[in-house]
């Protein structure tokens, strides 16, 4: 069955190009310039796709980006993506469609038995049942649900599909091409303006594509050819506007052929000349494929060539379907006019009857009938007739297009005259054009888009005054009459007459919404689901506020309008991630090292956003062999390790000490130049905010590192409380994290593999002490030597210039080879701090105090720091509190788990304990599984058997309490 | 949003890094008062309506400023010196 | 004490209701003209207000009882959230309370007979790390510690239950593995607000729309009553319940609070065919994605990360969210974003909320909730009412006091951190 037929000549489609395609497996052929849907009506398709909730037949009720019937799932596998609407998709070869929510097709759904039982699904039907018999019955039904909902099906394969990003500066952004939107780019244009226009058609023109004029068309072609003449001018086609955001950006998603390109534009000012979308009208039955909206039918005819077959009704309440009707008996279709208004006026009148169109004034639509197709309308009102169509035609009134200034938060204000809301204003710098602002008419919109440019110039300070646009010759614009919008009193069976067709919400649900009192506009939406579907309620969202307006006695204005958010249409997730994805999600920081551990056996682990060596293939080839061995390097001879992710800044001037003794706990106005020292700063609140080492290089300089994870934090910090709070203070600081690499020399043997290395460089305890730092010049340039550990060995840190980094490794290894020297990499080096106790990431968690980490003691007394009073606050201060503690594992044979959580041997094993393991590693020294934690009340526990509980995995095992620092706790070996 | 760094010019807010309520007086380094660096730590103006706050360029020159703000609109008054 | 239940709906008045329909079910909640004072106004009608003027009537016999909402029922954070609700938390005082508040979760739609699609899918938390795994296995610890469901995930079990994550190479943050708690899930968001609407207004309660609150009355340092748009109407206790804008009506008893209002931003994407069956969270960086019954996928992620009271925001925060989407799981990529909008969040200091009395007298706080209050809903309402009817905390929101930042009692549960614009 089929309601249109394609006509031999006219139209917009180019004939001399067939194209084929694939439709629910079937191969059809279409033309040039048609769309999917243009394509599937001239081959017979009128009935395209099931509704969502009652699987009724649906077949195409528009021509563009507002459909909500006829959607389709493209393509298959990789690319395969549901819910594209039809109207939106040039045709083109191999393309392939699925029709959706139909099994196993569209014509023969085994599904429409839900339809019967229409009068139970009525809106809220969900919330009122499904509750019992059990506490979770709803876990049982909700399988169900979830089976009947959702339209196509998502592929889960990767999509192959390439989105990019680009970003623009626009002196004027036009949102659409139509006449107006033509116009305003002509004018900014013409005066020099750097402009963009974008236009979701995959052409330029809006609804000059439409119309059949000769007249308009040159008028349309000279447009475009004018603006494709002009340099500042960036045209783009089948690009949506999407939304509009602080500080004037506006994101235009632009279809290309193998994926999408996201335009951000920053625009100095923009025109929304964005249009205006028709609606359809209410009354029983009116779903039924065949009744499209009269735009649509216009659309269809002139664009696509595409006629209905014998016959035709238009139904109107306001004077723009006159246009269709006329189109179609020109095009020798029969024409009847079913008038919603009791006494239209107006020219059209006469030109009808030359015409031979029947009007019907003062008459509705009582129902239609039609199994899978529309096949006969049912007049009430004055002319109480039955007619025999294949199309019916319907314009309930135009609603502009107010999305994007809703975006800002402009809230839609109600127009009577025209039954429907307009943009409640515009944003500074945002102007508005054509039938977007209730202007319908195409010279209305040709004048608005020219005086819009030219408020937009005089905005950005353009003097030159361009040359005015022509306005095509045509006849003056009819002026724009609708009647009232609908009343649920027209309405004689309200259960079947659809204002949401996609969520398949009817009359009758906006009823029962106002019977349970959900009568606000956005309580209607959400209950009724109004306006939720992929169309967004661009059809439906009027139509419904008249209704619900109209059931509480008050006018629509009054009722108000949802908020439109964006994206104006569904807009590809892809496009907006661009290519931050999948490896380029965040940026991978590397050490200047990294190449070196790359190609010498290095596997490496995220660290933040690091890539960190996490261990070398020297030691082992799984990270729980390969850390013991190089534990053992450390311990016995001589290791080296990548530390240059540690934060690394600079501080200097006059004030530096004084500054320094400010942030951390302990002092640092009196260390001498050349020593080192680690220190703590807190944050405001008294919790530990980093640690790390500081020294003092000359009187007014100092070079300070943190924790690889809080290195940007500490740097703002910083930089915040001497520009913010002590502008006074002589001090700058600078990051020099990415500028130097940094390694450590660690073992009882590092002083000797240093020695091998920088030949005539003094690195005797004597010259370099404990805590001693120097600058010597090496090989053209200079590195800071540093007597650190953080392995509790005898140990050195390195810090050279970051281009300098692998030559002095290499360098070091190479000279140190005598003493087997080797790369260790970071599980070993965190598992050395844990043996040493040191704190790390796992115990600056932002919740401990100095007391907690058993650091009380470097607090100054006398000296002021930053946390120094909240810190003592009640409960911080409190005997209960947790505190780190070493803990040893009592049962060899069993396994000790970070996570786990502490109890005392005689503590019931419930609730949130005594404290948690936060590092755990296996002791080379000790030989036995070691452990830092946190323990209530700490070290007055030393030498307490406690139990460490890991439910998830049902086990428990004894520790013993000790000191976290489990190796030289007299510091011998660290001043060797 | 677009914020106006006072040595780039206007850039994108994800250049920036806020830094909270600016009306908040930091009381004197060493102040032993407590319930003073409570209030300051802990509480804010939070107003609907114009605000006064610290931002940082933080991916641009670091510097920090305050700015005005109207919270209720996201309109950006300015610079605050 | 009122023992009435909330009654009415079942499969069976359903059917009657087809079969007749010209017997209409008449209003969800009743529209009454306000009082000119009441025992206790709730000043915010979203979920918070609603379920503590129901428990409230039901629990402590105070059913002369108005809760004062600006606009329409629900037209704040329960109706913009992204609907999850878990129990996985680890700090002393949070475990319990939302543990608490999943059970009247689970009785729920029966409690108040009205379905809120309580859907107990799982909720499944990625670890990106074996540092996080540990972080993790201390928290799942502490729930199983407390009665809590929770299991830990290797990589290899979390590729069986989601197999369409990134498991390549190309992935930026490999997957180690995971924490599931099968009971979290998700709730009908506005079906909370409505039910608790509902179920209080049957019980005597009334609920006022429209009635945006201008000013306290003041007597002697205590309230007396409150300003509305609808005129003054008295109170003995008043409540605030009004998260995204505690600060604001607040400052009208003169209370200055630790919280800043961020927004948190929301996206749903057209409806599909059941694709992801649990609730999927991300370790490497604040994001969380489940699939409605509708069959959109609903999901968000980290605030945008500065004051602001404006309910939309920043480009650069959405397109950060769909790198995650897409990063995590690729598919997603095809998917189209159909919706997307904000919430104003009670950011704390702490990431914890405020369920107290507060320094000025008859007037009690509700607030603070950060992004994580729609969970919270049952509990905080039921806590709030004890709180507000006997003038002392529950033992379950004792930790929530307005003074707790004065004696050292942050509640961290992420650990974050002292900034109220990254918690």
């Keep these: 069955m089929t309601a249109f037929k394609r006509l031999d000549k006219g139209g917009r489609i180019d004939r001399s190009k067939t194209i084929a395609f694939t439709y629910d497996g079937a191969r059809l052929f279409g033309h040039g310039g048609d769309t999917l849907a243009s394509a599937l009506l001239a081959n017979g398709k009128t009935l395209v796709g099931r509704s969502f909730k009652y699987h009724r037949p649906r077949g195409f009720l528009s021509a563009g980006i507002e459909e909500p019937n006829g959607l389709f799932t493209m393509g298959e596998g990789a690319r395969q993506e549901p819910n594209i609407p039809g109207t939106m998709l040039p045709l083109a070869e191999g393309l392939s469609a699925k029709s959706q929510n139909a099994w196993p097709s569209p014509s023969f759904d085994l599904m429409a038995v839900n339809g019967l039982a229409g009068p139970l699904f009525g809106a809220g039907f969900y919330y009122k049942t499904f509750i019992g018999p059990f506490k979770k019955s709803w876990m049982f039904y909700e399988p169900f649900i979830r089976r009947a909902a959702g339209l196509g099906k998502a592929s889960e394969t990767l999509d192959t599909a390439r989105h990019d990003a680009q970003y623009g500066f626009f002196d004027c952004v036009v949102v659409g091409a139509g006449p107006a939107g033509l116009a305003a780019a002509l004018v900014a244009g013409r005066a020099g303006a750097k402009v963009l226009l974008a236009e979701q058609d995959s052409e330029l023109g809006g609804s000059l594509l439409s119309e059949s004029s000769a007249t308009l068309e040159r008028w349309r072609m000279d447009a475009v050819s004018e603006l494709q003449s002009l340099a500042n001018v960036t045209t783009l086609v089948r690009a949506t506007a999407q939304g509009l955001y602080d500080g004037s950006q506006i994101t235009i998603a632009e279809h290309k052929s193998n994926g999408m390109l996201f335009h951000v534009i920053r625009a100095k000012t923009i025109i929304i000349a964005a249009g205006a979308t028709e609606r359809p009208l209410v009354f029983a039955n009116n779903d039924r494929p065949g009744i499209m909206l009269a735009s649509a039918v216009k659309t269809y005819l002139n664009r696509f060539a595409l006629v209905p077959k014998s016959r035709a009704v238009v139904a109107t309440n306001n004077d723009s379907a006159y246009e269709t009707a006329f189109g179609l008996a020109e095009a020798g279709v029969a024409v009847t006019v079913a008038e919603l208004r009791p006494s239209p006026t107006g020219d059209m009148l006469a030109q009808a009857a030359a015409l031979g169109i029947a009007i019907f004034p003062n008459t509705g639509i009582a129902d239609t009938a039609g199994d899978k197709q529309l ?48 943009p409640g204003g515009f944003a500074e710098s945002h102007f508005g054009a054509g039938a977007c602002l209730g202007h319908f008419g195409l010279l209305a919109a040709v004048r608005d888009g020219e005086s819009a440019a030219l408020a937009a110039l005089a905005r950005r300070g353009f003097t030159k005054k361009p040359k005015p646009v022509e306005l095509p010759s045509v006849r003056e614009d009819r002026p724009y009459h609708i009647g009232t919008g609908p009343r649920l009193s027209d309405i004689a069976k309200p259960a079947k007459a659809f204002i949401d067709f996609q969520h398949d919400v ?91 551990h790359a190609n010498n056996g290095a596997t490496f682990i995220e660290a933040g956003l690091w890539l960190r060596a996490w261990y070398y293939a020297w030691a082992g080839s799984t990270p729980e062999d390969a ?127 240093l020695q091998l290395a920088l030949p005539g460089i003094d690195v005797s305890n004597e010259a370099l002490p404990y805590m001693g730092v120097k600058d010597v010049p090496f090989g053209g340039t200079t590195l800071r030597l540093m007597r650190l550990s953080f392995s509790g060995e005898l140990a050195y840190e390195v810090h050279c210039p970051a281009n300098f980094a692998i030559s002095l490794w290499e360098h070091i290894l190479t000279a140190a080879e005598p003493l087997d020297i080797k790369p260790y990499g970071l599980e070993a080096l965190a598992s050395l701090r844990i043996e040493k106790g040191h704190v790390a990431g796992l115990e600056l968690d932002h919740r401990n105090t100095l007391d907690d980490l058993g650091l009380g003691k470097m607090a100054a007394k006398e000296k002021p720091f930053i946390g120094k009073e909240l810190r003592l606050r009640e409960k911080y201060q409190a005997p209960e509190r947790w505190s780190l503690m070493g803990l040893e594992l009592l049962e060899p044979e069993k396994k000790l788990r970070g996570g786990s959580i502490l109890f005392a041997a005689s503590d019931e094993i419930k609730g949130h304990g005594r404290g948690y393991i936060t590092s755990v590693t296996w002791s080379t020294e000790l030989d036995k599984f070691i452990a830092l934690g946190l323990y209530q009340g700490g070290l007055k526990h030393e030498g307490e058997e406690i139990i460490a509980a890991f439910p998830l995995k049902d086990e428990q095992v004894r520790l013993k309490l000790v000191s976290p620092h489990f190796i030289d706790r007299q510091g011998v070996r660290l001043h060797a | 949003m677009r914020l106006p ?77 | ?26 209003a969800a909640w009743a529209k ?67 543990e608490h508040s999943m059970k009247l979760w689970e009785g729920l739609s029966h ?38 469901d929770a299991e830990l995930l290797d ?106 209002s961020h927004i948190l931003q929301a996206f749903v994407t057209e409806a599909v065919k059941p694709i992801v069956h649990h609730v999927v969270s991300w370790g490497a960086e604040l994001f969380y994605l489940s699939q409605s019954d509708k069959g959109g996928l609903v999901f968000g992620g980290h605030i945008d990360g500065f004051n602001t009271y404006t309910q939309r925001g920043q480009l650069f925060k959405i397109r950060d969210v769909m790198e995650c989407a897409v990063s995590l799981m690729p598919f997603m990529s095809r998917m189209r974003l159909l919706r997307h909008w904000g919430g104003i969040m009670d950011m704390t200091p702490d990431g914890a909320p405020f369920i107290c009395r507060t320094p000025v007298r008859n007037l009690y706080l509700n607030g603070g909730w950060c992004y994580h209050g729609f969970k919270a809903t049952p509990t905080s309402g039921f806590t709030f009412a004890h709180t507000i009817a006997s003038d002392e905390e529950h033992e379950l929101n004792r930790c929530y006091s307005l003074d707790r930042f004065e004696k050292g009692g942050e509640l961290d549960d992420y650990g974050i951190g002292n900034w109220t614009y990254k918690q």
């Excluded at chain 1, 309930?396 to 127009?415: E, F, M, Q, R």
């Excluded at chain 1, 009823?511 to 956005?522: D, P």
């Excluded at chain 3, 409690?111 to 859907?119: A, F, K, R």
Aim: proline share 4%; charged share 20%.
């Design chain 3, 1 to 26: 004490m009122a023992k009435r239940k909330a009654k009415g709906y079942s499969v069976f008045s359903l059917l009657r209701h087809a079969l007749q329909p010209e017997k209409p079910w008449g």
């Design chain 1, 627 to 753: 850390y013991i061995k190089e534990m053992e390097l450390v311990r016995k001879g001589v290791g080296l390790a990548d530390v240059s992710t540690l934060g690394k800044i600079d501080v200097q001037g006059p004030d530096a000490a004084e500054f320094l003794n400010r942030v951390y706990v302990n002092g640092f106005a009196k260390l001498p130049v050349g020593k080192a020292r680690y220190g703590v700063m807190l944050n405001d609140d008294g919790v530990v905010l980093d640690d790390g080492t500081t020294s003092r290089i000359s009187d007014t300089q100092f070079y300070l590192t943190t924790t690889t994870a809080q290195a940007g934090e500490v740097m703002s910090w910083l930089e915040y409380l001497l520009q913010c709070h002590w502008p006074e203070l002589k001090v700058h600081v600078a990051s020099l994290t990415d500028e130097f690499g940094g390694m450590a020399v660690s073992g009882p043997k590092s002083r000797e593999a």
């Design chain 1, 375 to 422: 096949r006969q309308v049912k007049l009430a009102g004055r002319h109480s007739v039955t007619i025999d169509c294949d199309v019916l035609a319907v314009s309930g009134g135009w609603s502009p297009n107010v999305h994007l200034t809703s975006h800002c938060g402009i809230k839609a204000k109600y127009d009577a005259k025209i039954a429907a809301f307009v």
């Design chain 1, 506 to 596: 009817t009359a009758k649900d906006i009823m029962i919404a106002h019977e349970e009192g959900f009568h606000s506009v956005e309580h209607m939406k959400r209950y009724t689901t109004l306006g939720m579907a992929t169309d967004q309620g661009k059809t439906s969202n009027v139509n419904a506020i008249a209704i619900m307006a109209d059931l509480r006695g008050i006018d629509a204005g009054t009722a108000g309008t949802t908020t439109f958010r964006p994206p104006y249409s569904p807009l590809t997730i892809g496009a907006l991630a661009g290519r931050s994805v999948g490896k380029h999600f965040r940026p991978v920081r590397r050490s200047p090292l990294h190449d070196w």
């Design chain 2, 5 to 81: 760094c006072p040595h780039c010019g206007e850039r994108d807010v994800s250049e920036f890094r806020y830094g909270g309520d600016a009306t908040r007086v930091r009381p004197a380094h060493g102040t032993g008062d407590l319930k003073a660096w409570h209030d300051y730590t802990f509480t804010f103006e939070n107003p609907k309506g114009p605000h006064t706050e610290y931002w940082q360029h933080v991916l641009g020159c670091r510097q920090w400023f305050k700015l005005s703000r109207n919270t209720a609109t996201n309109e950006i008054a300015g610079v605050v010196e």
């Design chain 3, 111 to 148: 409690e108040l007979n009205y379905n809120c699609m309580v859907s107990h899918r799982g909720q499944i938390v990625l670890g990106v790390s074996p540092v996080q795994m540990d972080v993790f296995a201390r928290r799942g610890n502490i729930m199983r510690l407390n009665g809590i």
């Design chain 3, 32 to 98: 009454p003209e306000p009082r000119s004072s009441y025992d206790v106004i709730i000043i915010g009608g979203g979920g918070h207000g609603l379920a503590t003027a129901y428990y409230l009537a039901r629990n402590h016999g105070i059913s002369n009882v108005a809760v004062l909402e600006r606009g329409d029922l629900g037209s704040g954070n329960v109706g913009r959230n992204t609907t999850l609700i878990r129990s996985n938390y680890v700090i002393d005082g949070n475990t319990q309370f939302f």
């Design chain 3, 155 to 260: 990589r290899g079990e979390v590729q069986k239950l989601l197999p369409y994550l990134d498991y390549s190479k190309e992935a930026r943050f490999p997957i180690w593995g995971g924490i599931h708690q099968p009971r979290a899930g998700t709730v009908r968001h506005d079906a909370v607000a409505w039910g608790y609407a509902r179920a209080a207004s049957q019980l005597g309660v009334h609920v006022i729309e429209n009635c945006e609150v201008t000013g306290m009355v003041m007597d002697d340092g205590k309230v007396t009553g409150v300003e509305t748009s609808r005129g003054r109407i008295l109170a003995g206790k008043v409540g605030i319940a009004v998260a995204g804008h505690s600060s604001h009506v607040a400052k009208m008893a003169g209370l200055k609070l630790p919280v800043e």
